[in-house]
T-cell receptor, first 114, second 112 residues
Framework: GENVEQHPSTLSVQEGDSAVIKCTYS??????FPWYKQELGKGPQLIID?????GEKKDQRIAVTLNKTAKHFSLHITETQPEDSAVYFC?????????????FGKGTHLIIQP | DGGITQSPKYLFRKEGQNVTLSCEQN?????MYWYRQDPGQGLRLIYY???????QKGDIAEGYSVSREKKESFPLTVTSAQKNPTAFYLC???????????FGSGTRLTVV
């Protein structure tokens, strides 16, 4: 089955700086890679996703890059703001969906320092 | 508005009791999932269902049970056989197995 590794587990950056969270996956058949943001006491919310036919996708201050050859993908947040503080999860899903759905990384706690 | 609703938000269980967590969605999604979240361990899959009247065990199904009698509903029962049930439980749904998830807001279960 799929295995997703996520790093770092905690990331502290100064407000206004950029943050980068990295994930690797094991199943070369995976073709869908979403990122979720979870605020304290709430459920995760989808913030951006990418499919394997695309190398990069941007939405305002957030972007995701995918390197299929190396089997890794990254989340980039620019001009960080206090409201970006949260736990971020990456996930991967193999071609055909996979019977049990998404495989998640263990999460990154992003802390924005004022 | 369409969405996925979990209830209750907080739940307390005495040892030896079974408790049921509710999950309802009005998104017309076929697939539904239950995850357990513990600090530092990410999201672990308990059970999933791709279609009404069918469900499969995930990675940590022991001590849990589910039903899927209606497309909209996927309740999770935490039985007395689950020795360490204190956790944050998340329900999710998706259009199909090739799509992303919509999550509920979670239920925090505490054993007292």
């Amino acid at each position: 089955g799929e295995n997703v590794e996520q790093h770092p587990s905690t990331l502290s950056v100064q407000e206004g700086d950029s943050a980068v969270i990295k994930c690797t996956y094991s199943d070369s058949a995976s073709n869908y890679f979403p990122w979720y943001k979870q605020e304290l006491g709430k459920g995760p919310q989808l913030i951006i996703d990418i499919r394997s036919n695309v190398g990069e996708k941007k939405d305002q201050r957030i972007a995701v890059t995918l390197n299929k050859t190396a089997k890794h993908f990254s989340l980039h947040i620019t001009e960080t703001q206090p409201e970006d503080s949260a736990v971020y999860f990456c996930a991967a899903r193999p071609t055909g969906g996979g019977a049990d759905g998404l495989t998640f990384g263990k999460g990154t706690h992003l802390i924005i320092q004022p | 508005d369409g969405g996925i609703t979990q209830s209750p938000k907080y739940l307390f269980r005495k040892e030896g009791q079974n408790v049921t967590l509710s999950c309802e969605q009005n998104l017309n999604h076929d697939a539904m999932y239950w995850y357990r979240q513990d600090p530092g361990q990410g999201l672990r899959l308990i059970y999933y269902s791709q279609i009404v009247n069918d469900f499969q065990k995930g990675d940590i199904a022991e001590g849990y049970s589910v039903s899927r009698e209606k497309k909209e509903s996927f309740p999770l029962t935490v039985t007395s056989a689950q020795k360490n049930p204190t956790a944050f439980y998340l329900c999710a749904s998706s259009i199909g197995t090739g799509s992303g998830y919509t999550f509920g807001s979670g239920t925090r279960l505490t054993v007292v």
